[in-house]
């Protein structure tokens, strides 16, 4: 599956973004999704994720400000992100697994290109 992420940009703190994932190749009803974020020179960092069936689990640091959301119909994934921090700033990718384990980056085979997402104070 191809993975196509959209979105970023550059926001002021408190600020919302929405981040897509667009699949194309193969339908994502397959896949769990996830997301995750890197920022300079740090590891990438696991942030979201949304199983074939719905279930979510979300990393602390956004829990109860960020929303992963799918649309099978669209073969898109969405990442809702309210209440930006300076700290958000990232690089952020969206991936798609059929492991059984999603919450790391090595569960994940397929990785969209990223998209810069930049918080100002």
């Known amino acids: 599956v191809q993975l196509q992420a959209s979105g970023g940009g550059l926001v002021h703190s408190g600020d919302s973004l929405r981040l897509s994932c667009a699949a194309s190749g193969r339908t994502l009803r397959a896949y769990h999704m996830g997301w995750f974020r890197q920022a300079p020179g740090k590891e990438r960092e696991f942030v979201v994720a949304i199983n074939r069936s719905g279930g979510t689990r979300y990393a602390e640091f956004v829990k109860g400000r960020f929303t992963i959301s799918r649309d099978n119909a669209k073969n898109t994934v969405y990442l809702q992100m309210n209440s930006l921090k300076p700290e958000d700033t990232a690089v952020y990718y969206c991936?798609?697994?059929?492991?059984?384990?999603?919450?790391?980056?090595?569960?994940?085979?397929?990785w969209g290109q990223g998209t810069q997402v930049t918080v100002s104070s």
């Open positions: 991936a798609a697994t059929s492991s059984v384990l999603y919450y790391r980056p090595t569960d994940y085979g397929s």
